[in-house]
């Protein structure tokens, strides 16, 4: 099945006051896209901003199932009353789905453009790159997060969402907060289903409920946001176990959320960071010395440097750690992107936030070594893997790692 986003112009339609009226079906005029809407899609329904209205704000305001795919049928004259003066009904006979309402918002709970304009998934929506499209298609990703906000949205926090605003909260103590792609706001946000937005006043909120943080919070903390600060403050000591809330954030969001078969590669994965980051504590002379010496005992054991696999419900690489360390050292913890303009975060470690890159994928049959590898911030690094961009960046990485060659 298909999800599409059918936009309604306030200026000519008053699509609040018409699902207000409990329509227990509704048509819409779909043009060009009629052969394209089937029966089961998935349809969000999303008010444009309004020019004469600055408090009806643009964004998604009900979500609803395709009924029937595409009729020549004249427009539902129980909408008569709605449309504005400027565009009146046409009763001609035009090719229009019928969809049926699964939810209408209230004004708490709509989905607010600005705030899928933060999220690094939803701010490419087509809903964006051509606002004036009446209807537009989702990709499968776009529904699939857009789906999560959406049941989340005008629902009270329950303890587990937040927590993920207190593990960001943690993460970024002493640095500026930041809704960045890959910072601690955007990763709780994408965990817990809700808005950067909401992730980034829940921070804030936590801010002005901790006795010992003197910069400036928000008021207007919840209940459940209170009872989790008394389960890992202690007014005593005046200290926040914050490990604890790590821990219990890795519990309830990444490990419990792992498909069978995933749990050793979490452990696995864990020491080898653990590996990387001793590793990075060395010089970047000290790091090729050994990785010099480490291949010219492996050489004569091995036919290529691709690494090793291992059985599981997925493909794991076994990865080595050297390469991975000297990635970061030589590019000294910044994104090697051309220009890159991206706020790095400040990590676990005390140093930049950055992830080691193969630019031919282990996959793909890439090698395991230096000279494969690029040093890139987290919006990069999905971009390499995911963006329009892509082949571009690589060709640029490959260019790079020549010159570092020669």
Not at 359 to 368: F, N, S, V, Y
Request: aromatic residues 8%; glycine residues 6%.
């Amino acid at each position: 099945m298909t999800a599409w986003i059918f936009q309604s112009d306030p200026t000519e339609f008053d699509l609040d006051g018409y699902l207000a009226s409990t329509p227990e079906a509704i048509t819409w005029l779909v043009g060009d896209s009629s052969n394209e809407i089937n029966t089961g899609d998935t349809v969000y329904l999303w008010r444009r901003q309004s020019s004469n209205n600055a408090n009806a704000r643009s964004g998604l305001i009900a979500s609803a199932k395709v009924l029937r795919s595409a009729e020549t049928i004249p427009s539902d004259p129980n909408t008569a009353p709605f449309w504005k003066k400027v565009r009146p009904p046409s009763s001609a006979a035009e090719s229009r789905v019928t969809l049926e309402i699964a939810r209408t918002g209230n004004k708490r709970e709509m989905l607010r453009s600005e705030w899928l304009k933060d999220d690094p998934l939803l701010r490419g929506m087509r809903i964006f790159s051509a606002p004036k499209k009446p209807i537009s298609q989702l990709t499968p990703d776009e529904e699939s997060r857009l789906a999560k906000m959406w049941a989340r949205v005008g629902q009270d926090w329950n303890r587990e969402e937040s927590l993920a605003g207190l593990w960001a909260y943690v993460q970024t103590l002493g640095i500026t907060v930041s809704k960045k792609g890959g910072s601690p706001v955007e990763i709780a946000s994408q965990r817990s289903g809700r808005a950067i937005t909401g992730v980034y006043n829940k921070v804030m909120n936590f801010r002005a409920i901790d006795p010992r943080d003197l910069r400036a919070g928000m008021s207007g903390a919840a209940k459940a946001d209170k009872l989790l600060w008394a389960e890992f403050f202690d007014e005593q000591t005046n200290t926040l176990n914050e490990q604890g809330i790590r821990d219990e954030f890795t519990r309830v969001w990444e490990q419990s959320a792992l498909p069978t078969g995933l749990t050793d590669f979490r452990a696995a994965n864990e020491t080898f960071d653990g590996e990387v980051r001793n590793l990075a504590n060395r010089t970047l002379k000290e790091l090729e010395a050994a990785y010099l010496r480490k291949e010219e005992r492996s050489t004569a054991n091995r036919s290529s440097s691709r690494p090793a696999t291992k059985l599981s419900t997925v493909t794991l690489f076994e990865r080595e750690p050297l390469v991975v360390a000297i990635g970061k050292v030589r590019a000294n913890f910044q994104c090697e992107s051309e220009d890159c303009k991206h706020e790095l975060f400040v990590g676990n470690d005390d140093r930049n936030y950055c992830e080691v890159h193969h630019i031919e994928p282990l996959a793909k049959g890439g090698a395991d070594v230096i000279e494969n590898v690029v040093c890139l911030c987290p919006a990069h690094h999905r971009e390499a893997h995911l963006g329009k961009n892509a082949p571009k960046l690589k060709v640029y990485f490959q260019s790079l790692r020549a010159q570092v060659a020669q």
